[in-house]
């Protein structure tokens, strides 16, 4: 069984994180995508940052993400 790092509902909350394109940062941006999330997210590599994007729109259709 799967083990869920968030326990919690996102589903259309808005989340702002910081530091997504790769490491813990990542990893808790695509849990909360899981979670039906709407995600802004934050790094200060912009091309890093568009590529997590990209990947985590194909695996995720259930939230909306911004990058700024």
Avoid: P, R
């Amino acid at each position: 069984k799967e083990q869920k790092l968030i326990n919690y509902n996102f589903k259309n909350q808005v989340v702002f994180d910081t530091g997504v394109a790769q490491g813990i940062g990542a990893s808790t941006a695509v849990e909360f995508a899981k979670s039906g999330a709407h995600l802004v997210i934050v790094d200060i590599d912009l091309k890093k940052l568009n590529k997590f994007k990209e990947e985590i729109n194909l695996s995720n259709e259930k939230s909306n993400i911004l990058v700024i």
